[in-house]
């Protein structure tokens, strides 16, 4: 059974950076992508990045350039590095597992 613990979020101001970590424990096979997703209240959560167990990556186009994501070569250890952050990425992050095993989320707060 895969579980995923998020850690890292917080609050930080317009232009700062915060790094997300996920500890991903329990067996996911090579066809399962890991990701950052985020939600804010009444709207639908949104993929923000997502990479292939290659190591290939996805980015929205809201963070391209701003965000990177990474994982170990196990992939126990999920991150996403978060520059030049703005107040519309304040949100809850969550970290996924095949878009389908959740964390718990963590909440960043960008103010201006």
């Keep these: 059974q895969v ?7 917080g609050s930080v101001q ?4 915060l790094k997300l970590s996920c500890r991903v ?3 996911i096979g090579w066809w399962c992508e890991l ?3 985020r939600q804010t ?3 639908e959560r949104e993929m923000v990045s997502r990479i292939s167990s290659g ?4 980015y929205a ?3 391209k350039g701003r965000f990177t994501i ?8 999920l991150a996403l590095q978060m520059d030049s952050l703005a107040t519309e990425d304040t949100a809850v992050y969550y970290c996924s597992a095949c878009g389908k095993v959740w964390g718990q989320g963590t909440q960043v707060s960008v103010s201006s």
């Design 25 to 27: 424990s329990g067996y």
């Design 35 to 37: 990701g950052w997703y």
């Design 55 to 58: 190591g290939t990556t996805y």
């Design 3 to 9: 579980q995923l613990v998020e850690s890292g979020g």
């Design 61 to 63: 186009d809201s963070v």
């Design 14 to 17: 317009s232009g700062g950076s």
């Design 41 to 43: 209240p009444g709207q």
């Design 70 to 77: 990474s994982q170990d070569n196990t992939r126990g250890n």
